[in-house]
């Protein structure tokens, strides 16, 4: 998760703002359900699951993020 934190601040910091904030928020999106998925290693259908969420998750990390 730290790679994809890193990425959003630098990416504010460099003004680099909606052209990157998709990418960064599917990455980030990528981070928390890896985290997850690491956690439940007895579930095996909860990366699908995951997956599934996947643009949810991209979706309300882009929408914090575009709040400034």
Same mark, same amino acid.
């Not at 630098?10 to 997850?36: C, M, Q, S």
């Given at each position: 998760?730290?790679?994809?934190?890193?990425?959003?601040?630098?990416? #504010?910091?460099?003004?680099?703002?909606?052209?990157?904030?998709?990418?960064?928020?599917?990455? #980030?999106?990528?981070?928390?359900? #890896?985290?997850?998925?690491?956690?439940?290693?007895?579930?095996?259908?909860?990366?699908?699951?995951?997956?599934?969420?996947?643009?949810?998750?991209?979706d309300?990390i882009?929408?914090?993020?575009?709040?400034?």
């Amino acid at each position: 998760m730290a790679n994809a934190i890193e990425s959003i601040v630098n990416n #504010a910091i460099n003004g680099r703002g909606g052209n990157v904030d998709r990418p960064t928020a599917v990455a #980030a999106a990528l981070e928390l359900i #890896a985290a997850k998925v690491s956690n439940a290693p007895s579930n095996g259908g909860i990366l699908s699951q995951e997956m599934d969420n996947l643009s949810k998750y991209a979706d309300q990390i882009q929408a914090a993020l575009a709040k400034k």
